[in-house]
């Protein structure tokens, strides 16, 4: 029994007391763990199931993937934003490299016809050389991360759904009514796949993040065939977009991400307990 209250006591004091204070007592022999740390009695590193959020900022490089093609430029916009949550997660429970992210973001799409060298001429769509259009949309990516103590590299893939809200054509020759307005053929819900890679730099619970995301929507900005005749007479058309983002961003860390949590330490008190109870039960029995 008397054994039983001193670890008890013992665990308490390992779970409750500051990280410094317990390794300066030297209590229980844990000379060197640090509840603040990736440290361990075995200088492990260790990294949790943890969540964090992330806001990020960046721009966008967009064009069109025509049929039938035609000469046309990287159209660049300057503005894009979202906000994502990440969940970092073992795989068999054992393999630390994997999570998932949901959120959302707001960016663009778009397209700028550029002039054939062969011709000298500069296609356009209803008027309009150049056109963009801005879009929110909902990603849900897996997630690849690999750790060390202040740096990561990360890489993830997934579908999105989007709706494009609003559009702004270009050029001379733009019908006033259209200029800002969508057509009946124009289609605004997309979906399609987005992915990317990158690193981070970890000062818990902080992370800035730098990313380059590829983005191919499955989804064309018109209906095919849907035109007026003169566009269809020979060709199945067609403009899924295709967009670059470089994005920078801070992610704060809702849960902690390394070293063993107050959960995990507790658990392992418990065990050690039991243990405890076990051996001395077992011991009983043995003095009978």
């Known amino acids: 029994m008397m054994r039983r209250l001193l670890s008890s006591i013992f665990l308490a004091l390992v779970i409750s007391c500051p990280a410094a204070l317990c390794q300066d007592a030297g209590i229980g022999g844990f000379e060197g763990l640090s509840i603040d740390t990736v440290t361990t009695a075995k200088k492990k590193f260790e990294i949790n199931n943890y969540s964090s959020v992330s806001v990020n900022f960046g721009t966008t490089f967009s064009r069109m993937m025509f049929n039938p093609s035609y000469s046309q430029t990287w159209l660049h916009n300057p503005f894009y934003a979202s906000v994502m949550f990440t969940k970092h997660l073992k795989m068999f429970d054992f393999i630390p490299y994997f999570g998932f992210q949901i959120g959302f973001a707001y960016g663009h799409e778009g397209y700028k016809f550029k002039e054939n060298k062969e011709t000298g001429y500069i296609h356009n769509i209803e008027g309009a050389q150049e056109a963009r259009f801005n879009v929110v949309e909902m990603p849900v990516m897996t997630y690849f991360h690999v750790d060390f103590s202040h740096f990561k590299i990360e890489a993830s893939a997934g579908p999105y759904v989007g709706y494009r809200w609003s559009i702004e054509r270009k050029g001379d020759d733009v019908p006033d009514s259209l200029r800002l307005n969508f057509t009946?053929?124009?289609?605004?819900?997309?979906?399609?796949?987005?992915?990317?890679?990158?690193?981070?730099?970890?000062?818990?619970?902080?992370?800035?993040?730098?990313?380059?995301?590829?983005?191919?929507?499955?989804?064309?900005?018109?209906?095919?065939?849907?035109?007026?005749?003169?566009?269809?007479?020979?060709?199945?058309?067609?403009?899924?977009?295709?967009?670059?983002?470089?994005?920078?961003?801070?992610?704060?860390?809702?849960?902690?991400?390394?070293?063993?949590?107050?959960?995990?330490?507790?658990?392992?008190?418990?065990?050690?307990?039991?243990?405890?109870?076990?051996?001395?039960?077992?011991?009983?029995?043995?003095?009978?």
């Open 184 to 288: 009946d053929y124009d289609r605004k819900w997309e979906f399609g796949i987005e992915g990317g890679a990158g690193f981070a730099i970890m000062m818990d619970p902080f992370e800035f993040h730098v990313n380059a995301l590829v983005r191919y929507s499955m989804s064309t900005i018109f209906a095919p065939d849907s035109s007026p005749s003169q566009y269809n007479q020979y060709y199945y058309r067609f403009a899924y977009p295709f967009d670059v983002n470089i994005t920078a961003g801070v992610a704060y860390q809702i849960t902690r991400r390394t070293g063993r949590t107050k959960k995990a330490l507790r658990q392992e008190a418990k065990e050690i307990v039991l243990k405890e109870i076990a051996d001395e039960h077992s011991s009983g029995k043995n003095r009978k």
